[in-house]
C-alpha cells in the first residue's frame, strides 16, 4: 500500500503521522511511504531522515493525490479535507460529534475515514486514544503543580511539601486512564491524592496498585457536593 | 560470675530475665547460671529445658542467696528487695523516679542496681530501653484498631477502609521510637497516617524511611490545640 | 420508585441499609427513599441527617406497607418477614443455604428477593460479596493478633516480631477475596506470610502484588496435613 | 484410574513425572499409583516416600504395561514409545514440532498423546507450559549474570553494579512469561533494565508491575536493528 | 523578649518571618510577639488571625524600634538596615558574602546579626538552610519538566514517557539536600535517574534510598566532560 | 607527585590500580601518571586510552624505578617487592596478618606502604575496604545461586522459586557491609532471607532498610548451633 504523510498544518500542533520509525517498520512490512517535505521538523526529524530509512519525500499536493492512505494526527483542516478523494483512507484523530461541518465535508469527499479514538481491542478498550489519555493525565499534575507556583498566581504550595509541612491534597475526578495516571505523578510528588470512582472494581485496582498510598474513594453525589439539598 | 534468675512474681508478668537461649549464652562465655524452679514457665520454657543448656535450677532463696548477679524483668517486689545483698548486683528494669520506696529500699540493701532504662549506647541511645518501646508502639496500634471495633464499644471503624472507603485517621504524638513503630504497623494497616515532631531531623528520616506514606508534620501548639487563645 | 429503609432488627447488627450519601444519590435519580425512625442510629446518622438530603422518616410499619423496594442489610426475621408482600422487592443479604424457614416464608409472602450474595457482575465476580469479604480478611488478621496477646490467653506473640526477634509466621488458607486482604495486612503487620492455593493463576497474581513479601504455594493434601497417610 | 509414573531415561533429566506430593494428591482423589523404582532419586525422593503415601513400586515394564495413563516429564525416547499401547493415555512435554520421528511412533503407538505444552486455559493460557516459562526466564538472568564474570571468560560485569559505579544494561527481547520473570531477576539484582514488546497491552501491564524500575519501550525494526537501511 | 516581625520590603518575596502558628509558639513560652500590619498578606495571613493568638499590631517603625529581636525572611533592605540599632538581634537570611554594602551597613547599626544559613546544629548540618534546599530541589524538576514542554520552547519530552516510550535521561550533578530531593521528585515522575557526587558514602545512602530506581555514580572530571584532554 | 601503575602480575587478576578515568583525574589535580604498557588490559583499556589523557607509558622497570607512588591492586609480589624502594608510597591491598614474608620484605625495602584495607575515615568506617565487600557480598549470592544449580552439582534449587514453589531459605550470617549487599542480592532474587546479627543497632537499621523482606534476628550460640550442650 502507498502511505502518505502530509505535514500537520493546524495551529500548534508539531507531530507527524509517521516517525521514521514507523516509516521504516511499514517499509519493512512491504509497503510503500510518502512523507511531505519537513511533515517531521516539529520533533526534529528532516527529509533526509525519512529518506534514509527509505521514504519518498513529495509535496503536499502529491501526499494526497497518489496515497492509497493517508496518516494524520489532527483532524483533516478545510483545504485538507478539499484533497482527499473517494477510494482513499484516511486515519487520524476526527472528534466529529461536536465538529459537524467536518463530518459533511468527509462525507462529501468519499474517503474512507477512520478515527484513531475509535479503534477498539478485543476487551473494548481504545489502545489508540489511550496513549493520549496515559499523556494527558501525566501533564495535567505537571500543569496543576506549574500553576501552583506563587510566581504563577498560584497559592504558593508544593505538592509534595517537605518534611515538617504537610504534602497538598490532590483529589482526581475518575480512576480512568487519565485519572490513573494523574495520580501516579501526583504520589510521585509526595502528594496527598484521593480518587473518587463510580467502579469498585477500578477502585481495587487503582488500590492495588498504588498500595495505600492513595485513598480510593467510592464516588456519590454527597461526596462531590456534600452540602444537603434542603 | 554466678548468675541468678528468679520467677517473676509480680502480678501479670509472664517473662523471665534470661532465655534458654541467653543462658546457654552466658555459659558459652564461662558463667553459671541458676535459675529458680519454672521461672520461665510463662514463656512456656521448663526446667528441663533450662537443664538441658547447663543452668542449674534452685529455690527462690537460694537463687537470691548465691547470686553474684540477679537478672530480673520487673522491678524488685518489697519480699524481692528484702532479699538482696550489699555485694551483690541487680540489673533490671526499675523506674525509680516514681517510686521512692523501692528506692530507699534498694539503699538500704546495698544492692548494687543497674536499671536497664538507663543504660546508653556509645550514640547516647537506649538499647535497653528500646526493644521495650518497639513493642509498645507495635502494640499500641494493634490495641487501637481492636478498641475501634464496635463490637469493643468502638466507633465501627477499620483502619485500613477498603476500596472505596477511605481510610481512617492515625495521628501519632512524637516520632521517636514508639512513634515510629506504631507508624509502621498504621501504615502496614493502611491506615492515613500523621505523625507530629519537634524534631525536623527525625521528620526527615520519617519521610525518607516511609516514602510518601506518611505525613510528617511539625509540632507545634496551633496544630495540637487549634483554637485561637483568645 | 419508593424505596424503604427499615432499622435492623437482628442482634449485633448496627448498620444500616442506606447511608444518607446512598439516599442522596437515590433520591438525585429520581426515586423518594422512605426511612425508618432512628434506623441509622447504629452509625450515628438519625432522622435529622436524612431528612436534610430528602428522606420522609416513617415507622416500621410504613416503611413496609409503602415501599416498592425495601433494602436492608441482614435476612428478614420472622416479624419482618410477615410485613412483606407480593409485588414488592426485598434487597438485602439472604443466605438461604442453611436457613429454609426463611425461604419458605419469603416464598409465603410472595415477595421479589434478591439476595446481595448472589449478584454477579459480567465477569462472574459477586460485586456485592466482595466488600464483606474484604472487611473479614482485613479483620481476620486483627482478630487473630489480638488473640496472640498474652493477657488473651494466646502466646504472646507479636505478629511482625521486632528487630531481632523473627516474625511470626501466618498461614492463610486459599487466597481469594478473603485471603488476599488478610495477606495484605499480615504483611503490613510484618508477619511471615504464606498462602496456599489449588490456582497457580491466582497464586501468579499474589506473587506479582506482594513482590517477595508473601510466599504462595500450591495447596496440596500433602502440604496442609504433611504426615504420611500410613 | 491407574496412573504409571516412570523414570525418566533422557540425558540430564533429572526431574519426575510426580512428586510424593502429587502421588498423594491423586490417591486422595480415588486413583491408584505405580511408581517405578528410584524414579524419584534425582530429586531425592526414594521408593519408601512414595509408598508411605500409597503408591505401589513396579519395575518400567510393569508401569508401562499396566497404567491407563503414563505421565512423564519428557518426551518418550524410542524405548519408551515402544512400551506405549493403544487405549493408554501419554501426558508428558512432546515438542513434536521439530521432531517428525517421535510424532510417526506416538501414531503407530495407538496411544492417546497429550502434550502439557498445548494445554490451554480458559483465557488461552498455557498452564502447564508458564512454570517452565517462569523458571527458564529467572535461570536466564542467573546464567547470564554467571557468564559476565571474568572468571568465566566474561566482560567481568556485575549487573547491579555497587553504589559509585552504574548497573550493567540488561535488554528482554519480549515481555511474555519468559522475559517478565527475567526482567523480575535482572530488576532484583540491580541492573538497569529495558524490556521491549511489540504490545503496547503488555508494555503497560510490565510498567504498572514494575513502577518507574524498568524501561518498557514498543519495538519496532529501527529500536532493535538502528542503523539507516540505505 | 519583645520580638518583631516586620513586613518583607524586597521584590518579589511573599513570605513572612513568622506564621500565627509560630508566634503562638513563641507567646506560649513567655514572649510578646509585634507584627507589623499585614507582614503575612502575602500568605494570606491578616492583622486579626495574628491578634487572636495574641500579637499586638504596629507599623514597622514600631516593629523596628520596640523590638529586641526582628525576625524576617531576607537580608535586610537599605531603609531596614537604617532602622536597626546596636542592642537589637537580626534573625534572617543574610547571605553577606557577596553583598559587602549590607555587611558594612549591618556592622555601622551596631545590630547583632545572625543569619539563617550559618546556624549549624550538633551534626554539623545547616537546620535552616535545610529546609530551603529541599524546597529548591523540588522545584527545580518541577521547573525542569515544566520547561521542557513544547508549548514551553522546550523538546517537548515528557520526563517518565509512557509505557512504550523510554523516560528521559535526568542528570544530577551532587547528591547533596538539593540533589537527593530532586532525585526523589524526578524518580517520582519516572524519569531515568543518574547522581553523581564524590562522597561514596553519600553514594551508598542514595543508593539504599532508592533502591535500584536511582544510578549513583561517583564524579569525575571524565565523567562530566568524557572527552579526551588531548 | 608522579604516579606510576604496575601491571599487575599476580595470577588471575585482572584489575589495574588506576583506570583512565582516576589517571586523568589525578593530572587534572597537577600529578604525573606513569602507566606500565598494557597495564589496563584485562579491564580492555589499552595504552592509546592511557596516552589520549595524558599519562605517559613505560617498561615495569622504568614505572618502580621513577614513581613517587607506586599504585596497585594486589599485593607486591616477591620480584616487585624487590623493585620498592626508600622514599617510594607503596598504595595497594597488603592483607599483612598472614603474610609474614610480605611484612619482612616491604620492611627491608624501606618503602612506605600504605594499605587499602586499614585507611579509614572520620566516622571509623572502611572506605577502601567497603567497595571490595559491596561487591563480595552480591557475588556471594550470585555464586550461590548458581552452584545450587543441578547441572553444577546442586540440588536444584532456584533461590525465588516461582509462584506455587515456596522460595529458597537463604541465611546469612553477619549484616555487617557483606551481609548486607548479598541479603540485597538473595531479596531480589525472591529468597527467603533471614540475617543474624549480635547488633541489635544493626539489625535495625537492615530492617528498616529492607521493610518486611528480611528477618533480622539477634545471633546466639542457640541459634546458629540449636542443640542442647548436653
Given at each position: 500500500?502507498?502511505?502518505?504523510?502530509?505535514?500537520?498544518?493546524?495551529?500548534?500542533?508539531?507531530?507527524?503521522?509517521?516517525?521514521?520509525?514507523?516509516?521504516?517498520?511499514?517499509?519493512h512490512h512491504g509497503h510503500q511511504v510518502l512523507v511531505e517535505s519537513e511533515a517531521g521538523a516539529g520533533i526534529d526529524m528532516h527529509d533526509q531522515d525519512y529518506r534514509a530509512i527509505g521514504a519518498e519525500i513529495a509535496s503536499?499536493?502529491?501526499?494526497?493525490?497518489?496515497?492509497?492512505?493517508?496518516?494524520?494526527?489532527?483532524?483533516?483542516?478545510?483545504?485538507?479535507?478539499?484533497?482527499?478523494?473517494?477510494?482513499?483512507?484516511?486515519?487520524?484523530?476526527l472528534h466529529l460529534a461536536p465538529d459537524p461541518t467536518q463530518a459533511r465535508g468527509l462525507l462529501a469527499s468519499g474517503v474512507t475515514a477512520i478515527a484513531y479514538e475509535t479503534v477498539t481491542d478485543k476487551h473494548g478498550?481504545?489502545?489508540?486514544?489511550?496513549p493520549m489519555s496515559e499523556v494527558a493525565g501525566r501533564l495535567a499534575v505537571q500543569a496543576g503543580a506549574h500553576c501552583l507556583e506563587m510566581a504563577q498566581g498560584?497559592?504558593?504550595?508544593?505538592?509534595?511539601?517537605?518534611?515538617?509541612?504537610?504534602?497538598?491534597?490532590?483529589?482526581?475526578?475518575?480512576?480512568?486512564?487519565?485519572?490513573?495516571n494523574a495520580?501516579?505523578?501526583?504520589?510521585?510528588?509526595?502528594?496527598?491524592?484521593?480518587?473518587?470512582?463510580?467502579?469498585?472494581?477500578?477502585?481495587?485496582?487503582?488500590?492495588?496498585?498504588?498500595?495505600?498510598?492513595?485513598?480510593?474513594?467510592?464516588s456519590t453525589v454527597d461526596r462531590i457536593d456534600p452540602k444537603p439539598i434542603s
Open positions: 500500500m502507498l502511505i502518505g504523510v502530509p505535514k500537520e498544518i493546524k495551529n500548534h500542533e508539531y507531530r507527524v503521522g509517521l516517525t521514521p520509525g514507523s516509516v521504516r517498520e511499514l517499509i503536499a499536493e502529491q501526499v494526497y493525490a497518489r496515497a492509497d492512505m493517508v496518516v494524520k494526527v489532527k483532524e483533516p483542516q478545510p483545504e485538507e479535507i478539499a484533497r482527499l478523494r473517494a477510494g482513499q483512507v484516511l486515519f487520524t484523530y478498550g481504545l489502545p489508540l486514544l489511550a498560584g497559592a504558593g504550595i508544593l505538592l509534595g511539601g517537605v518534611p515538617g509541612v504537610a504534602p497538598a491534597k490532590v483529589l482526581i475526578l475518575g480512576g480512568g486512564v487519565v485519572g490513573d495520580a501516579q505523578m501526583a504520589i510521585g510528588l509526595g502528594a496527598d491524592v484521593s480518587i473518587f470512582d463510580k467502579s469498585l472494581e477500578r477502585l481495587r485496582h487503582l488500590a492495588d496498585k498504588y498500595e495505600g498510598r492513595i485513598k480510593c474513594v467510592y
